[in-house]
């Protein structure tokens, strides 16, 4: 998903989670076809390296080719070690084009769009401690994600709470998600301690024909979350 100069690709297989890849990163300059920037690289769910150099082309409306750049040690901005890789990504008009709306993610009930009660279904990057369930939710007119760790007793004790939902341009079918952050349920909550636990931001988009399904995408530099919620 890009919006502005924000890209997240995501790679996921939910047979082999500890595979899963998430480039985030920033464009920083495109000239003609050609563009230029940086990115942060999660695997199953948690940073491997920051400051990638990232290279690639882009066809409008077409096709966007990145390439990540081989990254060893700590150099410059550089954190952490990376083999390298590549994103090709072909642009899909029907699911682009059919814009964003509130009336789009809203719930044909009062019931949650989520991953399954009490479920790491469908969730296929994790951040640790958070593994279980994914709902989004409409107070008034606001709209949230949320992401519980259910302790052993099936009690909410830890919540990713926030992922705010936001339209940054009606035409194109991308949310945009901010304000994340994890916070204990409640006084008596278990929840683990967590380093880096607020600051999420990310994506989602409303897929399929019928809208039934909503790519969710956040991380925070330390962590990041992927998952695939269905309309209840």
């Known amino acids: 998903m890009i919006s502005g100069n924000r890209f997240i ?12 890849v998430v480039f985030d990163g920033t464009i920083t ?6 563009l230029v920037g940086t990115a942060t690289i999660y695997q199953a769910g948690q940073v491997v390296s920051t400051g990638v150099a990232v290279t690639g082309t882009v066809t409008s409306r ?28 072909t642009f899909d008009i029907v699911e682009y084009d059919k814009g964003a709306a509130q009336t789009t993610i809203d719930s044909q009930s009062n019931a949650e769009w989520g991953t399954g009660t009490n479920s790491d279904r469908n969730v296929y990057m994790k951040i640790p401690g958070m593994e279980t369930s994914i709902t989004m939710s409409r107070t008034d007119d606001t709209y949230r994600f949320d992401a519980y760790r259910i302790s052993v007793t099936n009690a909410r004790d830890c ?24 916070s204990r349920a ?21 897929v399929d ?3 039934n399904g909503i790519w969710y995408v956040v991380t925070n530099k330390k962590y990041s979350i992927f998952a695939i919620l269905s309309r209840p």
Request: charged share 15%; glycine share 14%; aromatic share 8%.
């Open 209 to 211: 024909d019928a809208n």
């Open 186 to 206: 409640s006084t008596s909550s278990t929840c683990p301690d967590l380093d880096g636990t607020s600051g999420y931001t990310g994506f989602a988009a409303v």
């Open 29 to 34: 300059s495109i000239i003609k076809s050609d």
């Open 62 to 89: 077409s096709r966007v080719q990145l390439t990540f750049a081989l990254a060893k040690g700590d150099v410059g901005s550089l954190v952490g070690d990376f083999s390298g890789g590549s994103v090709d990504g």
């Open 9 to 20: 690709f995501f790679n996921a297989d939910i047979v082999k989670p500890d595979s899963n």
């Open 159 to 182: 919540i990713l709470r926030g992922g705010i939902v936001g339209i940054p341009d009606v035409a194109v079918n991308v949310y945009s998600v901010t304000g994340g952050a994890i």
